[in-house]
């Protein structure tokens, strides 16, 4: 379906629409939707029946339809009822449909609408962009309307328009992937309440019941400078994501303890970088990113966008910035209106508000988790008590029947990653006490909780890799080394298969040359090794290396489409290990799963995003989890990690779900949710 597009230059005589519109590049009245040439059909789910065009900023009815909120706020001026059902309706009824409709909305290819300069098509939110640092039509245009403007100026040679010092000037990024930022400057503060193009979003679904206190995600962009002593020096973190993998962005895994960046302190997991040096790498390849990470040298420059978690109209309007802190929703129930909730109230004397001063022990509170000594209490109820008393906070939960609900302002702490041994993440810690915020260190007993792929989850290889398993046979001296150094382990965090680190040139199996660093290794003189954690599989390899003769089975993974040179990436204990993109090529049958289950309140989101899914272009693609949003359900259980593969949800397999199908299970799921996911180590730079 094509919306109907008015030629620029034929209608500049118009005086009442005498300017283009600077976001669509159209025609039309201020009050008017914005209007846009769409590539190919759009779904009838997607059409607005007042306008019959594809919806712009959807409103839901409490009857079940959707329409752009400028069609139904003009209809409702008129009429009291849906205009499909023609049940009674207010507008004030209606609210915002969920960021999954928006998202799909968003992500609608559209033509830029000057075609005689510029042929490019993008997604719809990108269009804006595009015209205002991209578009040559639009820059010939805007010269045309200034010098009109001026006429004293007729004849002179307007300049270029310029471009913003801190916008990104690589080209733009292709429709199939996206960058967190189109323009970002230094310590600027963005929003992300609508969510980046391609990134369906259940961490960001809204519902009626939020609309007192609604919220957006808010992030902000830094410069950050880091100075190492050695400059070849590995930095100690992992990375995941890159163009050639559904994530597009270059995403913190995890930062490693008694590091470089660990002890730097400023940059955190989920973390996304955006330069290096000056270099944009927000469309580079895994590789090229991790090329560009590991470059040695004394000073390195990042720019990194750093989530802030969800800040409402509340914080953003107090004297105390909500874009440094953790805005919080908990809900507490009680039994019967008696029920204490166990937290002591505070007033400061150099601060406005009410503050927690205590929970205690055993009580609902304590119990529940969710809130922390020093948090500020903005709201309970949706009574606003930015400047109210313990005494009326006291009241308003006295009174409640059942559900407290409470919205908390906390300035966030930093966590560390424990030691390889343990499965934790590192992240922004939400918990904040009494000690002034400093660091807080968790750490957790491994969960045991892995078991193999099921045959049900299983999937093909993603397009691209190729995965060869070989014998090699091997007639040897009984005192001859295999001549190999091996890593992983089913013990390691990651449950890893066995695989090569270094093939030594002293041993029989350089002299063969058939096995290679990186081959997983299956079996060795019939033995699974598959199975064995990485001391029984050492023990296994030497043992069966003192006979005559040896027979490994091993698996080659291929990347096709990669043009980069193997890189050597130093590790803890290892002199090599696999990038993370390289297990992403791993026969399913191989794999690890790991149950996470995550539990929430009513009026919360799991805070969490994902991307990937079956599409008509791409095919089948893995979901990654590319966002864990501070101080959500997701953030605070600290199992699940960016880069993270979704197998599963509640038992039902993802494999060949596109995202319009996936996201519906997990908005379903209102307070309890059990993600079934592999986790790969990200690649350390």
């Given at each position: ?13 118009v ?34 029946h ?16 959707t ?58 939110c990108?269009?804006e ?13 805007k010269s ?12 002179k040679e ?11 000037k690589?080209?733009?990024v ?22 980046e193009?391609g990134?369906?979003?259940p ?15 808010v ?6 400078e ?28 995890e ?15 989920g ?12 469309s580079?390849?895994h590789?090229?990113?991790?090329s560009?990470l ?7 420059h990042l ?38 909730l ?7 004397t ?23 000594r020093?948090?500020?209490v903005l ?20 009174t409640?029947e059942?559900?407290v ?12 990653s ?5 499965g934790?993440?590192?992240n ?9 915020g ?12 892995h ?62 040359g ?21 001391y ?24 096709l489409n ?13 002199s090599?290990s ?18 996470i ?7 919360e ?14 095919g ?8 864990i949003v ?6 605070r259980?600290?199992?699940?990690k960016?880069?993270d ?7 039902v ?10 996201i ?6 209102r ?13 350390l730079?």
């Amino acid at each position: 379906m094509l919306a109907t597009m008015a030629d620029p230059a034929a209608e500049e005589h118009v005086s009442q629409i005498s300017e283009l519109c600077c976001e669509c590049g159209q025609f039309h009245l201020l009050l008017d939707n914005h209007l846009y040439n769409f590539q190919d059909e759009v779904d009838d789910e997607l059409i607005c029946h007042i306008c019959l065009q594809p919806l712009l900023q959807p409103m839901d009815t409490p009857c079940g339809h959707t329409y752009c909120f400028k069609c139904l706020e003009n209809f409702m001026q008129e009429y009291n009822f849906c205009p499909m059902d023609r049940k009674k309706l207010s507008f004030q009824q209606c609210h915002k449909s969920s960021l999954l409709v928006r998202n799909l909305l968003d992500k609608l290819i559209v033509f830029c609408p000057f075609k005689a300069e510029c042929q490019q098509t993008m997604q719809r939110c990108e269009l804006e962009a595009h015209l205002q640092n991209r578009c040559p039509g639009f820059k010939k245009y805007k010269s045309e309307l200034q010098r009109k403007k001026n006429p004293i100026s007729k004849g002179k040679e307007d300049p270029p328009t310029k471009v913003e010092a801190n916008t990104p000037k690589d080209p733009e990024v292709p429709s199939g992937g996206s960058s967190l930022v189109a323009e970002s400057s230094g310590a600027a503060v963005v929003s992300l309440g609508t969510a980046e193009p391609g990134l369906v979003n259940p961490a960001f679904e809204e519902t009626e019941e939020d609309l007192p206190q609604r919220t957006s995600l808010v992030a902000e962009t830094t410069t950050i400078e880091i100075h190492r002593e050695d400059p070849e020096e590995e930095l100690g973190m992992r990375i995941v994501g890159g163009k050639d993998t559904p994530l597009g962005n270059i995403v913190v895994q995890e930062v490693l303890r008694d590091s470089v960046i660990a002890a730097d302190g400023r940059i955190a997991p989920g973390d996304h970088i955006l330069e290096v040096n000056g270099v944009n790498i927000s469309s580079v390849t895994h590789c090229q990113a991790v090329s560009f990470l590991r470059h040695p040298g004394p000073v390195l420059h990042l720019m990194v966008l750093q989530e802030k978690g969800f800040s409402n109209k509340t914080a953003q309007q107090d004297s105390t910035s909500a874009t440094n802190r953790e805005v919080i929703h908990v809900t507490l129930i009680k039994r019967d209106r008696s029920e204490p909730l166990g937290i002591k109230l505070i007033r400061k004397t150099d601060e406005a508000g009410i503050f927690i001063l205590d929970l205690l022990e055993g009580g609902l509170a304590a119990k529940n988790g969710k809130l922390s000594r020093n948090d500020r209490v903005l709201s309970i109820n949706g009574q606003d008590l930015r400047q109210g008393t313990p005494e009326a906070a006291a009241q308003i939960i006295q009174t409640t029947e059942s559900r407290v609900n409470f919205v908390v302002l906390r300035q966030p702490g930093v966590q560390l990653s424990d030691p390889v041994e343990d499965g934790s993440t590192s992240n922004n810690s939400s918990s904040s006490s009494s000690n002034g915020g400093s660091p807080v260190h968790h750490r957790r007993r491994l969960d045991q909780n892995h078991y193999r792929r099921k045959s049900n989850y299983q999937k093909d290889l993603p397009q691209g890799y190729i995965s060869h398993e070989k014998t090699v046979a091997i007639k040897k001296e009984p005192k001859e080394s295999l001549g190999i150094t091996i890593g992983g382990g089913r013990d390691n965090k990651n449950k890893l298969p066995i695989y090569v680190t270094s093939v030594q040139p002293i041993g029989c199996l350089f002299r063969d040359g058939r096995i290679k660093r990186g081959d997983v290794l299956l079996s060795i003189n019939g033995i699974d090794l598959t199975h064995l954690n990485y001391y029984e599989a050492v023990s296994a390899l030497k043992s069966n290396a003192a006979s005559h003769s040896v027979v490994l089975k091993a698996l080659e993974i291929l990347a096709l489409n990669s043009t980069e040179p193997s890189l050597d990436i130093k590790e803890q204990g290892f002199s090599w290990s696999p990038l993370w993109i390289t297990w992403l090529g791993l026969p399913s049958y191989l794999h690890c799963c790991q149950d996470i289950v995550l539990s929430k309140g009513n009026l919360e989101s799991w805070g969490f995003s994902i991307v990937g899914g079956f599409e008509e272009s791409k095919g089948n693609q893995p979901f990654f989890i590319k966002t864990i949003v501070p101080g959500t359900p997701a953030f605070r259980d600290r199992k699940l990690k960016c880069g993270d593969e979704i197998v599963a949800v509640n038992g039902v397999p993802a494999i060949g779900m596109s995202n319009s199908e996936l996201i519906p299970m997990l908005k379903e799921q209102r307070n309890k949710v059990t993600l079934t996911v592999v986790s790969w180590p990200g690649s350390l730079v």
